[in-house]
């Protein structure tokens, strides 16, 4: 396994250091300080992480460009790649046609237990979108460029790091 370059491997031991003198000192303020002098440090402390989570993102876009989305593993390290599509602007006319209507024969399906199912399901969640994998069930493609359902738009990607019990799941 290669090992972190030294200049990036001193900057987080050093930010890790800075955190463990903060933990420290945080108590004391909070126990002494007036409520002005709170809001300031909130205010910094706020100002850093964002700049922090900011850098964050750039090795997190680059490991989900390499791995692509999914369950990975890397270095014995389990991970998580979230991304995908947000999916907007349904042509809600069109799918439902589509989910109603025997694709060869023309004939109505509105007693077909898989609609039914489909429709539940959507009712269910309690927000009025398509759900994408009972859709292609049905052999319904959203995404299909040729004859979109939908306006998509992509999803920022993010890197979650996995627990032994989510592992497992």
């Known amino acids: 396994?290669?090992?972190l370059a030294?200049?990036?491997a001193e900057a987080?031991?050093?930010l890790g250091c800075w955190l463990d003198d903060l933990d420290r000192q945080l108590p004391r303020l909070l126990e002494s300080a007036d409520l002005p002098v709170v809001v300031r440090v909130l205010q910094r402390m706020d100002v850093q992480t964002k700049r922090l989570r900011a850098l964050a993102g750039l090795p997190e876009r680059h490991v989900a460009h390499v791995l692509?989305?999914?369950r990975k593993e890397v270095a014995g390290i389990p991970l998580l790649v979230h991304g995908g599509w947000d999916r907007k602007e349904w042509d809600?006319?069109?799918?439902a046609r589509r989910?109603?209507?025997d694709p060869v024969s023309g004939e109505l399906l509105g007693e077909d237990p898989k609609v039914r199912a489909a429709l539940r399901v959507v009712l269910a969640a309690g927000r009025h979108e398509w759900r994408v994998t009972d859709l292609r069930d049905r052999g319904i493609d959203p995404d299909d460029e040729d004859d979109?359902?939908?306006r998509r738009e992509r999803k920022r990607v993010t890197v979650q790091f996995l627990t032994p019990p989510e592992v497992s799941r």
């Not at 809600?92 to 799918?95: A, D, G």
Request: glycine share 14%; charged share 20%.
């Open 1 to 3: 396994m290669a090992e």
């Open 6 to 8: 030294d200049p990036v």
């Open 12 to 14: 987080l031991d050093g």
């Open 68 to 70: 692509g989305t999914g």
């Open 92 to 95: 809600h006319f069109e799918v």
């Open 99 to 101: 989910l109603a209507v």
């Open 148 to 150: 979109p359902l939908c």
